[in-house]
T-cell receptor
Framework: DTAVSQTPKYLVTQMGNDKSIKCEQN?????MYWYKQDSKKFLKIMFS???????INETVPNRFSPKSPDKAHLNLHINSLELGDSAVYFC????????????FGEGSRLTVL | AQSVTQLDSHVSVSEGTPVLLRCNYS??????LFWYVQHPNKGLQLLLK??????LVKGINGFEAEFKKSETSFHLTKPSAHMSDAAEYFC??????????FGTGTRLQVFP
């Protein structure tokens, strides 16, 4: 059983398109996150939700919009894709906030052409 | 600014020899410190964490790390490397917030 699952695993698209990445966790965790890993492997938090409420919203373009329909799901929608959006996007979850103990999905590699 | 520095971008060892991956953090407040491992094309997995209890922390797969406040360091060690240890390792710091600050990673190569 996959604890944190993301779909799709690979996404290749043209500039200007809109795309979504879905994330689901079956761990019963309250908190979910989106992280972006660039080509140099640097990881940075984008968003965090606790019980469907947004608690962290880092400085990301407003083309990125997270949505949490329930506490087991956190989706990421990206409008008007740009070349610089190419990266691996990781979803993660934790039992509660401030533990630092995150469970990560396997990542979604987005390539914008 | 709160930060974490991984001193080596690449470390290469022979199988069966010790591993040392170095990490230093900025010392504004008492931090929580973590090591995460990322195998190729996989998500990150927590190896171990320090949260102001014992300074020597044992993790999974035989790894351990020692919190040294005087040196602001949290180096990761393993007595004997295994081929399956080849991966990217991230030192991570948190200052009592939900934001984890990741280091730039150290790629560990293990040669037979």
């Amino acid at each position: 059983d996959t604890a944190v699952s993301q779909t799709p695993k690979y996404l290749v698209t043209q500039m200007g398109n809109d795309k979504s990445i879905k994330c689901e966790q079956n761990l019963g965790h309250d908190t979910m996150y989106w992280y972006k890993q660039d080509s140099k492997k640097f990881l940075k938090i984008m968003f965090s939700y606790n019980n469907k409420e947004l608690i962290i919203n880092e400085t990301v373009p407003n083309r990125f919009s997270p949505k949490s329909p329930d506490k087991a799901h956190l989706n990421l929608h990206i409008n008007s894709l740009e070349l610089g959006d190419s990266a691996v996007y990781f979803c993660a979850s934790s039992h509660r906030t401030n533990t630092g103990e995150l469970f990560f999905g396997e990542g979604s590699r987005l390539t914008v052409l | 600014a709160q930060s974490v520095t991984q001193l080596d971008s690449h470390v290469s060892v022979s199988e069966g020899t010790p591993v040392l991956l170095r990490c230093n953090y900025s010392s504004s407040y008492s931090p929580s410190l973590f090591w995460y491992v990322q195998h190729p094309n996989k998500g990150l997995q927590l190896l171990l964490k320090y949260t102001s209890a014992a300074t020597l922390v044992k993790g999974i797969n035989g790894f351990e790390a020692e919190f040294k406040k005087s040196e602001t360091s949290f180096h990761l060690t393993k007595p004997s490397a295994h081929m399956s240890d080849a991966a990217e390792y991230f030192c991570v710091v948190s200052y009592n917030t939900d934001k984890l600050i990741f280091g730039t990673g150290t790629r560990l190569q293990v040669f037979p």
